[in-house]
Nanobody, 125 residues
């Protein structure tokens, strides 16, 4: 079955960096759009970044543009999120997701059908 397993979360001070990873299995990884979403306490889950099947086309939420970089390795079925210049507002549970490539650009939750369990990121000021 489809499995998505995130890792790399943790606690960091404001201005610091973290790199999240997601290991995928159980499906044709290279055929799916891959994305990162996050959910802070008391808030709705929001799209952070997505990468198309070709690994070249990437999409970002405005709040992370220029600070976060999404990438994928289709030979290893891995997804990454490099997070730099972290702010306290970035504190959230981060989820890896796989979805239809046709709406990858939209970063909409309903376009992603497979989800990981999440990894916590905490940024202290």
């Amino acid at each position: 079955q489809v499995q998505l397993q995130e890792s790399g979360g943790g606690s960091v001070q404001s201005g610091g960096s973290l790199r999240l990873s997601c290991a995928a299995s159980g499906y044709t990884y290279s055929s799916y759009c891959m994305g990162w979403f996050r959910q802070a306490p008391g808030k709705e889950r929001e799209g952070v970044a997505a990468v198309y099947t070709d690994a070249d086309s990437t999409y970002y939420a405005k709040s992370v543009q220029g600070r976060f970089t999404i990438s994928r390795d289709n030979t290893k079925n891995m997804l990454y999120l490099q997070m730099n210049s972290l702010k306290s507002d970035d504190t959230a549970m981060y989820y890896c997701a796989a979805g239809t490539p046709y709406r990858c650009y939209a970063l909409k939750e309903d376009s992603f059908g497979f989800w990981g369990q999440g990894t916590q990121v905490t940024v202290s000021s």
